[in-house]
């Protein structure tokens, strides 16, 4: 199974169901079966994608508040759809999933951020998830690729 490729579906249809108020379920549904006719992702990439949209969706209030207090002078409505949809993604994974470790996490929404976002959505994500796993009580992971968190 791939986890990344599940969540790359999961951002395909969080932005829809962001951007265009799009139903999360059709949306899924859709970009499911088109990412299986392109042989992007299997029927386990598919199932974790959506788990990841249910449980965003499920716990969106308690994720976007605390996107924003940890984004300082960055409101949701002010970021690019693409980084606020990655770290509700990453925020679910790490506040309400079991299973996923945190450095996992956190790598795959900044490697996401690097391939759908813009030049600096990468380090926006990290730093911001960041502080989100220190106030867990967690110890932030190092990626090599961004620069550490300040």
Known sequence: MSRRAGRELALKVLYQWDLVKADAEVALRRTAETAAETGGAGEDSTGF???LVRGVLAHQAAIDAR???LAHDWSLARMAAVDRNILRIAAYELLFASGVPASASINEAVELAKLYG???SGRFVN?????LLRGRGG??????DVLPWS
Not at 127 to 131: K, Q, V
Not at 139 to 144: E, L, S, Y
Request: aromatic content about 0%; overall charge negative; hydrophobic content about 30%.
């Open 118 to 120: 813009t030049g600096e």
């Open 127 to 131: 730093g911001i998830l960041g502080n």
């Open 49 to 51: 994608a959506a788990e």
């Open 139 to 144: 110890t932030p992971p190092v990626n090599q």
């Open 67 to 69: 996107i924003s207090e």
